[in-house]
């Protein structure tokens, strides 16, 4: 009887470890495809995009996925192939590197930034919108942008060249205002895009920084790797 007792408090403590270890390989799995994006951006530089005008329908899309990854944990799920990767955004006022994708689909949000399709363009006039989740873990994608303050800086590399931002302000909106998304063909913006407050999020956190002057990006223009329109 002993043995048995002995036995089955053995097999509950196993499987309380368990338990208390499928975080933290969550984690790890996001971790190492966040990394193999990066990788990936320094070996073959960023993919090239289109421009499309279905944004409000995009958008709405967005919202739908932004609230419903409040509601659950990290996914592991794995990148689709035919995700493009961009480049990668850094922001040192609260430390984050993230990969840059096509698409603020649910896949890709689940491991990294994605560029809202139908948007601006890396490097040229207009307003690109990137949006992420805020996970529950704090540092872990826009988990922090919040403390993002006007006058910081980003930056947005694709692997040939590498663009400086400057916030210029951050507010919040209701997430059916469509005005953070409007277009410019006379600078260059960038508008990250996340919900507020992390739980039961009514409104969207946005920061927007502009471009610094163009002949301050760094590096040569990276190879095409297809048309651009």
């Known amino acids: 009887?002993?043995?048995?007792?002995?036995?089955f408090a053995t097999f509950i403590v196993i499987i309380g470890i368990l338990i208390l270890s499928i975080p933290i390989l969550e984690n790890r799995a996001v971790k190492m495809e966040q990394k193999g994006l990066l990788n990936r951006l320094e070996t073959e530089g960023a993919d090239s995009v289109t421009t499309d005008r279905q944004v409000e329908e995009r958008y709405e899309q967005l919202n739908a996925i932004l609230d419903e990854g409040q509601q659950?944990?990290?996914?592991?799920k794995q990148t689709k192939e035919a995700a493009r990767l961009l480049g990668k955004i850094e922001i040192p006022s609260i430390d984050i590197e993230l990969p840059i994708l096509d698409g603020a689909n649910m896949e890709n949000l689940d491991i990294a930034v994605g560029r809202l399709k139908g948007t601006g363009v890396i490097g040229k006039n207009g307003?690109?919108?990137?949006?992420?989740?805020?996970s529950y873990?704090?540092?872990k994608l826009f988990n922090r942008l919040d403390e993002v303050e006007v006058g910081d800086g980003l930056q947005?590399?694709?692997?040939?060249?590498?663009?400086?931002?400057e916030v210029k302000?951050?507010?919040r909106v209701v997430p059916t205002d469509l005005s953070v998304l409007k277009d410019?063909?006379?600078?260059?913006?960038?508008?990250?895009?996340?919900?507020?407050?992390?739980?039961?999020?009514t409104h969207r956190l946005i920061v927007q920084a502009e471009m610094k002057d163009k002949s301050d990006a760094l590096g040569t223009e990276a190879s095409p790797r297809g048309p651009e329109r």
């Open 1 to 7: 009887m002993r043995r048995i007792m002995n036995s």
């Open 127 to 134: 307003n690109m919108a990137l949006a992420a989740h805020r």
């Open 184 to 201: 410019t063909n006379q600078e260059s913006i960038v508008t990250l895009i996340t919900c507020d407050p992390i739980h039961n999020p």
């Open 137 to 139: 873990k704090y540092g």
């Open 72 to 76: 659950r944990e990290e996914s592991t």
């Open 156 to 165: 947005i590399d694709t692997g040939g060249n590498t663009y400086e931002y």
């Open 169 to 171: 302000d951050t507010f």
